[in-house]
């Protein structure tokens, strides 16, 4: 028994429940985007990140020689790129504990790294690095 005010009413639930469903729907759809956003932009700055101290530790490998001026280098397995430059930045100094025969010298290294080519962005890397003890004079 329905009244006459009653007819209609389950298609406006069910319109209703098609709307609420349908913005949930393209709520997810939203969040999942936004996810999909941020881990891309997280591989980018950690492919960026670990390029530009790839080119660090091989500048500090190569000390006591120059890289001068800076110099781009092969693509990593990613296809992120680095360029490395070196410089002594002071005199040789004496530390305590050495003779007065050795010396220690600081070498600055910059290291530029930049991701794969489908992204854009850059990242620097400078480390200063103590060398020595070298031996200098006559070590008599």
Do not use: H, W
Not at 31 to 41: N, P
Not at 48 to 72: E, R, Y
Not at 77 to 84: G, K, L, P, T
Not at 112 to 136: D, I, L, S
């Amino acid at each position: 028994m329905t009244t006459s005010n009653e007819r209609g009413s389950a298609l406006i639930i069910t319109l209703m429940l098609l709307v609420i469903l349908t913005a949930i729907g393209i709520y997810a759809i939203s969040i999942s985007t936004t996810e999909m956003s941020i881990a891309l932009q997280s591989k980018r700055g950690t492919a960026t990140l670990n390029s530009a101290d790839s080119g660090a530790n091989f500048g500090i490998d190569l000390i006591p020689s120059f890289i001068d001026p800076l110099q781009c280098f092969p693509p990593l397995a990613d296809n992120s790129v680095y360029c490395v430059g070196s410089r002594m930045t002071g005199n040789m100094t004496l530390k305590p504990g050495f003779g007065a025969n050795y010396r220690f010298t600081d070498f600055e290294v910059d290291s530029t790294g930049t991701p794969p080519p489908q992204f854009v962005g850059q990242r620097t890397v400078q480390a200063v690095v103590n060398y020595g003890p070298v031996p200098v004079g006559t070590m008599y």
